[in-house]
């Protein structure tokens, strides 16, 4: 009988070890997104101050089953067959749910995930002993669950997401009155007091939201800390002004760094203090589950379904090497996910300074907020007299090496607001802590981030719709994240009670399998980022650079088109609609990476330097032919795909040779283009040029002999239809191919002779 609940405790822990992979690259948000978008200091310092803060939070965490403890649910009404179930359904929804919001790249709250979680799991299993036992009503489930702990909960959820993006706003605009964007002169005068304050909030921070969850700490340390805060907090903001002004004065370094420095370390420590416990927390309470039941079982003889879980109802410690093991895995996670990366990405590009390639769609919500906020803000804006707007305009204006960056690479936000960021998001939390409320640290520190974005103008008229929209994709994400929870864990509760051991292994596997699924498709995924990176160099400055990369290029959409090209005559010959319609989806790859080619063009004229302004005509006309070229292989395998598809008669084999021959001819000329712009042969151009005539008068014979056809012979319109298209786009795919060699060649003519 034993055995059953030691392969379900093996596999929590596994479950539990998956879910620390998941859920720190889900929070690794909260406490790098200041430091990385910043840039205040290497990504590698970076991450080892994190994981500093991770590593020191993991050891000296309570090891408290923290959403137990606030009994979501009361473990005494369930026996102990039952408290197994549930915490499987946890666990295996968690896992997947997590990793699904990893894999787009959006945060969540694994907080609230675990609650929610827990909360459905609970709600199955009591509706199911109600009915079981038949003497009872749905309305005895508030016997079984604690309703007003999850009540608070959510009006939680939403209290923090408004009270942080509020809070955030406000210090961020009185902190860039303060330093305008030219902090560097402010701070020699201002930069004590703002570091004695700043560094005052995150002691506050550590002392009230990390102290309390070290075992270490004597109940007499922690009364004389609550009896004595705001004299721990006068001293410290005497002490730390001191200090930073010795740090500014003395030792030459830059306050605002120390800051951002200490902030992430602070956060990394609360978070891996306090959050821990949502990943291996269930593990434990089970493991301690068993064993209760296993001392009953051995004296008693009570079966599993018998046995009620009465002694779960207080604290669930957890052994020190569990910590020292779980902190490791969070370390480890922290600098090798990739996905971590990816969410930590999101809230970065939201926050941006400036302009930058948005990643989501405005929709009608995104619209009408910014429409209706741009009008609120003009009228409060009129009401103000003319000198104090003109004051509050001075503030805000960006300096010169702001405005005309010229690197892709440039920090996403200054670190003013980097450390309002960290300091506004440590004090909430802390606050929240000290007032008993369930606060998420995912949430506090996104809506602080977008808040301090939107007081630092980051969303002006060019990117307010898409940042919003960003927002409130985020933001529903969270909720969907509570009903998601809920309602998986119901349902794998409901299957693994009703279903027994299969029905769990069946979901272990299938969770396993949907991970390990999950991670090679954002393998790839990352990988066709990273070729789509070599469109988007982030310092192309000189005439040698602009050739080289205009080069590559050129060498890979020839070389895509040339592989589609053949693809689609081959696939038409044989009447294949599957693999014309997975050519045709190719298609539209290249057609994205040209449109992002374009997207980029502001910015690459932005990045030259002086002597190469020139070129940014030939860019941009050198884009114009890849995007005629890439229209006219679109055209056809569009068209050959929609005639497949409508099930149109197939060319005949004479139409079909034809068009082979042309795929030949072009099939030399795209491989010598290619080999050319691979190998910097330009010399080579003249000769390539030189061909354009006979294969522009071979497609015309082709033409005319279908002119012939039709007037003896042919008796499809489709088929001519077709034909006559793929030859003609077959002509314009060449003309642009050819222009653009041309073009090519009187530019690099012209750079050699000015030898740039």
């Known amino acids: 009988m034993e055995d059953i609940y030691i392969v379900m405790l093996v596999a929590l822990f596994a479950l539990a070890i998956?879910?620390?992979?998941?859920?720190?690259?889900?929070?690794?948000?909260n406490f790098l997104n200041s430091a990385i978008g910043s840039k205040a200091?290497?990504?590698?310092?970076?991450?080892?101050?994190?994981?500093?803060?991770?590593?020191?939070?993991?050891?000296?965490?309570?090891?408290?089953?923290?959403?137990?403890?606030?009994?979501?649910?009361?473990?005494?009404?369930?026996?102990?067959?039952?408290?197994?179930?549930?915490?499987?359904?946890?666990?295996?929804?968690?896992?997947?749910?997590l990793d699904f919001f990893n894999s787009l790249g959006l945060p969540t709250s694994t907080t609230v995930s675990i609650v929610f979680e827990l909360l459905g799991a609970a709600v199955c299993m009591a509706a199911i002993k109600i009915y079981t036992q038949g003497d009872g009503n749905l309305s005895d489930i508030t016997n079984y669950i604690n309703t007003a702990k999850a009540t608070e909960i959510i009006v939680g959820i939403l209290m923090a997401v408004v009270i942080a993006f509020l809070v955030g706003a406000f210090v961020q605009y009185i902190s860039r009155l303060v330093f305008s964007f030219q902090f560097e002169r402010k701070v020699k005068y201002v930069g004590s007091i703002f570091g004695g304050v700043s560094l005052t909030a995150i002691l506050y921070f550590i002392l009230i939201k990390g102290l309390k969850s070290v075992p270490y700490i004597s109940a007499e340390t922690l009364d004389y800390v609550n009896n004595n805060t705001w004299l721990i907090v006068l001293i410290g903001f005497i002490l730390f002004t001191a200090i930073s002004q010795f740090v500014m004065s003395v030792l030459k370094l830059n306050i605002l760094r120390t800051i951002i420095i200490i902030g992430t370390f602070a956060l990394a420590?609360?978070?891996?203090?306090?959050?821990?416990?949502?990943?291996?927390?269930?593990?434990?309470?089970?493991?301690?589950?068993?064993?209760?039941?296993?001392?009953?079982?051995?004296?008693?003889?009570?079966?599993?379904?018998?046995?009620?879980?009465?002694?779960?109802?207080?604290?669930?410690?957890?052994?020190?090497?569990?910590?020292?093991?779980?902190?490791?895995?969070?370390?480890?996670t922290l600098w090798f996910s990739s996905k971590a990366r990816s969410v930590v990405d999101t809230g970065i590009n939201l926050s941006r300074q400036g302009d930058a390639v948005e990643r989501f769609n405005p929709n009608w919500l995104s619209r009408g907020i910014v429409r209706y906020s741009v009008i609120f803000g003009n009228a409060i804006t009129s009401l103000l007299p003319g000198s104090m707007r003109n004051r509050i305009e001075n503030k805000f204006d960006k300096p010169d090496s702001h405005k005309n960056s010229k690197r892709f690479d440039a920090p996403a936000f200054d670190m003013v607001r980097a450390s309002v960021n960290l300091v506004v998001a440590s004090v909430l939390i802390s606050i929240g802590t000290n007032m008993k409320l369930p606060l998420s640290t995912t949430y506090v520190t996104f809506m602080v981030a977008m808040g301090t974005s939107l007081a630092d103008r980051a969303w002006d008229r060019e990117s307010a719709v898409y940042r919003v929209a960003g927002v409130l994709n985020v933001v529903g994400g969270w909720f969907v994240t509570a009903i998601v929870a809920f309602t998986a864990a119901a349902i794998f509760g409901s299957i693994i009670y009703f279903?027994?051991?299969?029905?769990?292994?069946?979901?272990?596997?299938?969770?396993?399998?949907?991970?390990?699924?999950?991670?090679?498709?954002?393998?790839?995924?990352?990988?066709?980022?990273?070729?789509?990176?070599?469109?988007?160099?982030?310092?192309?400055?000189?005439?040698?650079?602009?050739?080289?990369?205009?080069?590559?290029?050129?060498s890979n959409v020839i070389g895509g088109i040339n592989k589609m090209f053949t693809k689609t005559v081959d696939q038409l010959g044989y009447?294949?609609?599957?693999?014309?319609?997975?050519?045709?989806?190719?298609?539209?790859?290249?057609e994205a990476e040209v449109d992002e080619l374009k997207d980029n063009i502001f910015y690459f004229i932005k990045s030259l330097d002086e002597n190469s302004v020139e070129a940014s005509k030939f860019y941009i006309l050198t884009l114009d032919h890849l995007q005629d070229m890439v229209q006219s292989i679109s055209f056809?395998?569009?068209?050959?795909?929609?005639?497949?598809?409508?099930?149109?008669?197939n060319l005949k084999f004479n139409q079909i040779r034809d068009l082979k021959k042309v795929d030949d001819k072009t099939q030399v000329l795209f491989d010598r283009i290619t080999r050319t712009f691979d190998n910097h042969e330009f010399s080579n151009i003249d000769e390539l040029l030189n061909e354009k005539n006979d294969l522009m008068d071979h497609v015309s014979e082709l033409?005319?002999?279908?002119?012939?056809?039709?007037?003896?012979?042919?008796?499809?319109?489709?088929?001519?239809k077709l034909y006559f298209g793929i030859l003609l786009e077959t002509k314009d795919l060449i003309g642009s191919t050819m222009n653009l060699l041309q073009l090519f060649q009187e530019f690099y003519t012209e750079a050699k002779s000015t030898n740039y």
């Open 18 to 29: 998956t879910d620390l992979v998941v859920g720190v690259s889900n929070d690794a948000v």
């Open 41 to 97: 200091v290497s990504m590698r310092t970076i991450m080892i101050v994190a994981s500093l803060g991770v590593a020191v939070g993991a050891i000296f965490s309570s090891g408290l089953m923290e959403v137990a403890r606030k009994g979501i649910f009361l473990p005494g009404e369930f026996y102990f067959e039952e408290i197994m179930i549930i915490f499987m359904a946890v666990m295996i929804t968690d896992v997947l749910l």
């Open 269 to 332: 420590l609360a978070f891996a203090g306090n959050d821990l416990v949502n990943f291996i927390g269930v593990p434990i309470a089970a493991w301690q589950s068993f064993e209760l039941w296993q001392s009953a079982y051995a004296t008693t003889g009570v079966l599993p379904s018998e046995f009620a879980m009465t002694g779960l109802s207080g604290k669930v410690p957890t052994p020190e090497i569990l910590l020292v093991g779980a902190g490791a895995v969070m370390v480890v």
């Open 499 to 554: 279903g027994g051991t299969i029905a769990l292994v069946v979901l272990i596997l299938i969770a396993l399998v949907l991970v390990v699924r999950s991670g090679i498709i954002h393998s790839r995924k990352e990988k066709i980022e990273n070729e789509k990176k070599k469109f988007n160099k982030s310092d192309i400055i000189t005439i040698n650079e602009i050739t080289s990369e205009t080069s590559e290029n050129i």
């Open 575 to 590: 009447y294949d609609l599957g693999k014309l319609k997975k050519n045709y989806k190719k298609i539209e790859k290249l």
């Open 636 to 649: 056809i395998a569009r068209n050959s795909y929609n005639h497949v598809h409508n099930n149109h008669k």
């Open 703 to 720: 033409i005319q002999k279908q002119i012939q056809r039709i007037r003896t012979s042919e008796s499809s319109p489709k088929n001519s």
